[in-house]
Nanobody, 118 residues
Framework: VQLQASGGGLVQAGGSLRLSCAVS????????MGWYRQAPGKERELVAN???????NYVDSVKGRFTISRDIAKNTLSLQMNSLKPEDTAVYYC?????????????WGQGTQVTVSS
C-alpha cells in the first residue's frame, strides 16, 4: 500500500482546509486508515481514524470540527478541517494499517504541513 497526502497550507484561525490521501496498492488489505499530526517539539498523535467496518474515532480536541472520510471507489482518504485553531498547526500524516499475506503492516504517507495563523 502506498499513500500520497496533499492539501496542507496556511490558513487563518477559523478557516478550513481539506486534506486528501491517495491510496494505491493492495487496498483491500487495509483494516484501518487514519490521520496523525506532529507539532514541533511534540509527539505524533492520532487525529482521527476510520475502520473498514465503519467505526470512526476522533481525538477530543478535534471533535465537532474535523471529519474523516474514505471514498473506496476513488481510493482516497480525506480529512475536512473546519474552525481551525493555531493549536492545530502541525505536520499531518495519513496512515494505513492492515495485513497482506498474513503479514501485518503499518504504512505512512509523507507529511503535509498545516499552519493556522492567529
Amino acid at each position: 500500500v502506498q499513500l500520497q497526502a496533499s492539501g496542507g497550507g496556511l490558513v487563518q484561525a477559523g478557516g478550513s482546509l481539506r486534506l486528501s490521501c491517495a491510496v494505491s496498492g493492495h487496498i483491500l488489505s487495509i483494516n484501518v486508515m487514519g490521520w496523525y499530526r506532529q507539532a514541533p517539539g511534540k509527539e505524533r498523535e492520532l487525529v482521527a481514524n476510520i475502520f473498514t467496518v465503519g467505526t470512526i474515532n476522533y481525538v477530543d480536541s478535534v471533535k465537532g470540527r474535523f471529519t474523516i472520510s474514505r471514498d473506496i471507489a476513488k481510493n482516497t482518504l480525506s480529512l475536512q478541517m473546519n474552525s481551525l485553531k493555531p493549536e492545530d498547526t502541525a505536520v499531518y500524516y495519513c496512515h494505513a494499517q492492515g495485513s497482506y499475506g498474513f503479514r501485518p503492516y503499518d504504512q505512512w504517507g509523507q507529511g503535509t504541513q498545516v499552519t493556522v495563523s492567529s
